[in-house]
């Protein structure tokens, strides 16, 4: 099963709102609300910001939220700051009973 | 405080054997889903096995099914994956990582800080 797809870059200036996206069938993403987004800054184990679609673990900031249409799923942050600069993965469980990954997506704040 | 603590990584040759081991503390270890993801030098993750917090329940990627054996120990707090047949393309850090319920494998809150495999000759 391929990754499902996300854009290899995004970028935005501190303040700014940016979205990534990831796309996946109607096997993975388009029939479960079982996606995930982890951030991972370089050298580091990856953190999750968002789980089933757009739900926060405690700790994340709301800057960070999750939303799905069909087979993409999407992640939105607000307010752009420094430390968000990292790159950044989504993932899905999938009819085969198994999870996939994005193939991650670099956050450059400028 | 959660913690995972991976080991077990190193060199070893291809067609060879290795077992990862991941010693968790800081939740109610048999309560909680457990899954091994990896990340090849520069390239992106892959999720590689699962297994639910009873242990009765496990699942595998295709790239390492009947060549990856996951388990857990739950009277040790410990999660295994067993290696075998090893090939180059499974050279990567891997991951030990806690679920947020007894079959939600899907959704990982936790990562340990990995542990690095490298498949050569």
């Known amino acids: 099963q391929s990754a499902l797809t996300q854009p290899p870059s995004v970028s935005g200036s501190p303040g700014q709102s940016v979205t990534i996206s990831c796309t996946g069938t109607?096997?993975?993403?388009?029939?479960?609300?079982?996606v995930s987004w982890y951030q991972q800054p370089p050298g580091t184990a990856p953190k999750l910001m968002i789980y089933?679609?757009?739900n926060r673990p405690s700790g994340v900031p709301d800057r960070f939220s999750g939303s799905k249409s069909g087979n993409t799923a999407s992640l939105t942050i607000s307010g752009l700051q420094a430390e968000d600069e990292a790159d950044y993965y989504c993932?899905?469980?999938?009819?085969?009973?198994?999870?996939?990954f994005g193939g991650g997506t670099r956050l450059t704040v400028l | 405080e959660v913690q995972l603590l991976e080991s077990g990584g190193g060199l070893v040759q291809p067609g060879g054997s290795l077992r990862l081991s991941c010693a968790a503390s800081?939740?109610?270890?048999?309560?909680?889903?457990m899954s091994w993801v990896r990340q090849a030098p520069g390239k992106g993750l892959e999720w590689v096995s699962a297994i639910s917090g009873s242990g009765a329940s496990t699942y595998y990627a295709d790239s390492v099914k009947g060549r990856f054996t996951i388990s857990r120990d739950n009277s040790n707090n410990a999660v295994y994956l067993q290696m075998n047949s090893l090939r180059a393309e499974d050279t990567a850090v891997y991951y030990c990582?806690?679920?947020?319920?007894?079959?939600?494998?899907?959704?990982?809150?936790?990562w340990g800080q990995g542990t690095l495999v490298t498949v050569s000759s």
């Open positions: 800081g939740f109610t270890f048999s309560s909680y889903a």
């Open positions: 993932s899905s469980y999938t009819s085969s009973s198994s999870l996939i």
């Open positions: 990582a806690k679920g947020m319920g007894g079959s939600s494998w899907h959704k990982n809150d936790y």
């Open positions: 089933e679609v757009s």
């Open positions: 109607s096997s993975d993403v388009g029939s479960y609300n079982r």
